[in-house]
């Protein structure tokens, strides 16, 4: 698990004073990275983005705070959800502002993939958001075919 928190400038945001989509998915695609990488101890690379969704808009000044935790792991992949809330600065009230899933393949040195590390389930929450994340995996798989 990690958490990262941003201000958001005005160089991060459009003319009408909104973060950048591509700005929070930056964020969102290094903190995700960050959690493959702590997990499977490699480097890791961005394999998709899944189902992200923009719930609420993040403004100039506001905070944005991102908690990221692996849900799944399979043989070389891990799928990592990213929670992003945004904090206004007016009255520190925190919101869900984006939800969104990536997988994320663990490399060698010469760029192959390589086995990760099985993800421990400890809880009810843990076991239920695993058997989720294999259904959006198999829903990805069967698009592809």
Request: some cysteine; hydrophobic content about 35%; glycine content about 6%.
């Amino acid at each position: 698990m990690a958490e990262s928190v941003y201000s958001v400038l005005p160089a991060d945001t459009n003319i009408y004073g909104n973060l950048f989509g591509g700005k929070l998915v930056e964020w969102i695609d290094s903190i995700g990275a960050l959690v493959g990488h702590r997990h499977s101890r490699k480097n890791v690379v961005t394999a998709n983005i899944d189902n992200l969704s923009f719930l609420e808009p993040i403004r100039l000044g506001d905070s944005v705070i991102l908690n990221a935790w692996i849900n799944y792991v399979g043989t070389t992949s891990m799928e990592v959800q990213v929670d992003t809330h945004r904090e206004k600065k007016d009255d520190c009230l925190r919101v869900l502002a984006c939800t969104a899933f990536l997988t994320y393949v663990a490399i060698d040195e010469d760029g192959r993939p390589t086995p990760v590390p099985e993800l421990i389930l400890k809880t009810e929450e843990q076991k239920k958001r695993f058997r989720e994340a294999q259904q959006r995996k198999e829903t990805r798989l069967q698009k592809k075919v």
